[in-house]
């Protein structure tokens, strides 16, 4: 995606065609509505941290004396590269090339020697920049809003959990009300503020529309927090099949892969009217739009991680489940720090026009892929383990893994417990009910990764 951003604003050959492929063309939408892939990882985040909080909680009856080490540990698994990675790109990446767009990197540099202590905080996702007075106010590393929006959420998440475990059905009044509250909200301040339903090629709405009304928190959280509906529901659903050898019919199981197929293909089609420039959208419709998009992608992914952790995922699940992936989800955090710079050095260095085609972007989304994978590789090595073991000899939590204590898992820094690791039960037909384990394995890699 950003590849296809430096493609339309740097100079083209045919710049007349590439206007109509990407304001006509419906394939293109899987590229310029991309963005909404990042709820994945949130959505996940959710489930987890519901399973495993509540099997905590369950466990040590209520104890909440070991969260400040979690989020200790937590917060020192993931800053050391984010840091370094963030430290590089102010002061060495801007010496790494030259070219008539090779400023904008001094500018983005100048970006993070002002803001970079909000990325320590990770409070950089939040609406607290002022371009207008000062320029270089303005978010460092502006990709990294989403490690911002995680941890703020995986912070909020003990709170809304603990009622659940205590009182149980009168419990889950704080989630949905604040789950209610994240649905209404991006709505709300899309009408108030008559900002378009998404990003819309060739325009820019306003300066601020980015830290208004895609980065911050409370625009962000309706698909974490159902993802942590999804972790309760497939949690009671584990105890049912266990105690009373419950399963979901088939027909139940067709109708819901129906359902969210249909629901994550509409969603991620559904801009096409909107990449129209001349096209009037009004403020309801872009209210509503913004509002609904999210939550119902949310409910889809949800489906899909419940399904495939429950049994019913099929093909789909053996090929999430391909043991390849969990080597490659390891690489996945760094992959997310790095991948925008390596695309900046590739684009920011171009000296004359392109001839855009569909198969130059599939080009150069390989290459970026393959050279994003190999600089992750070396920055895992270098940077990310040697941390992860000192971490390890410094906090128990990071110590004994095979103990019955819970510990931080390792990419996406939840903690997780026996629940997690022991969730796959047998019906009686000898099947295995629940897959969670590989789903801990892969998808906790790839949290971190937008």
């Not at 709820?39 to 466990?59: P, Q, W, Y």
């Not at 889809?300 to 989800?329: D, E, H, M, T």
Request: with cysteine; aromatic share 16%.
């Amino acid at each position: 995606m950003f590849s296809l951003n430096f493609r339309i604003i740097q100079p083209l050959w045919n710049i007349v065609d590439t206007y109509s492929l990407i304001t006509t063309s419906v394939s293109i939408l899987f590229i310029t509505n991309a963005a909404i892939v990042v709820d994945v990882f949130f959505v996940i985040g959710g489930f987890l941290v519901s399973l495993t909080l509540l099997a905590m909680l369950e466990k040590t009856r209520g104890s909440m004396k070991s969260m400040p080490m979690v989020y200790l540990h937590r917060y020192l698994r993931i800053t050391p590269m984010y840091m370094i990675i963030v430290a590089f790109a102010t002061f060495v990446f801007p010496l790494m090339g030259s070219g008539p767009y090779w400023h904008v990197t001094k500018t983005w540099a100048g970006f993070c020697e002002k803001n970079w202590w909000k990325n320590l905080l990770y409070i950089n996702n939040l609406p607290i920049y002022d371009t207008v007075k000062d320029p270089l106010d303005a978010p460092c590393h502006g990709m990294a809003w989403y490690l911002g929006v995680d941890m703020q959420l995986f912070i909020l998440s003990p709170f809304l959990l603990f009622p659940i475990w205590k009182w149980k059905r009168f419990g889950v009044v704080p989630l949905a009300l604040l789950t209610i509250a994240s649905i209404i909200t991006p709505g709300v301040i899309t009408f108030v503020n008559d900002y378009p339903p998404t990003n819309v090629p060739f325009q820019s709405p306003t300066k601020r529309y980015s830290q208004e009304a895609y980065t911050p928190t409370y625009m962000r959280a309706a698909p974490y927090l159902i993802g942590m509906w999804a972790g309760i529901f497939f949690r009671k659903m584990r105890k049912l099949a266990i105690k009373k050898n419950y399963r979901l019919g088939t027909a139940q199981v067709l109708g819901a892969w129906f359902v969210a197929f249909t629901t994550g293909f509409a969603v991620l089609l559904s801009p096409h009217r909107y990449m129209d420039p001349e096209y009037d959208f009004q403020k309801g419709e872009s209210a509503v739009f913004v509002s609904g998009q999210r939550t119902a992608w949310a409910v889809a992914i949800s489906w899909l991680i419940f399904a495939c952790a429950s049994g019913y995922g099929g093909w789909i699940n053996q090929i999430l489940s391909w043991r390849p992936f969990i080597p490659l989800g390891r690489l996945t955090f760094a992959i997310y720090l790095v991948s925008m710079n390596l695309q900046f050095l590739f684009h920011l260095q171009y000296r004359q026009p392109i001839y855009f085609t569909n198969y130059h972007m599939v080009n150069l989304y390989f290459g970026h892929l393959v050279m994003s994978c190999l600089v992750a590789v070396v920055c895992t090595l270098v940077i990310e383990a040697p941390f992860m073991q000192l971490l390890k000899m410094l906090l128990p939590t990071g110590a004994k893994r095979k103990s019955s204590k819970f510990t931080c898992s390792n990419n996406n820094d939840i903690i997780k417990g026996e629940l997690p690791r022991t969730s796959v039960s047998p019906d009686p037909s000898g099947r295995q009910i629940g897959s969670v384990s590989t789903l801990s394995a892969n998808s906790r890699e790839v949290l971190i990764h937008t």
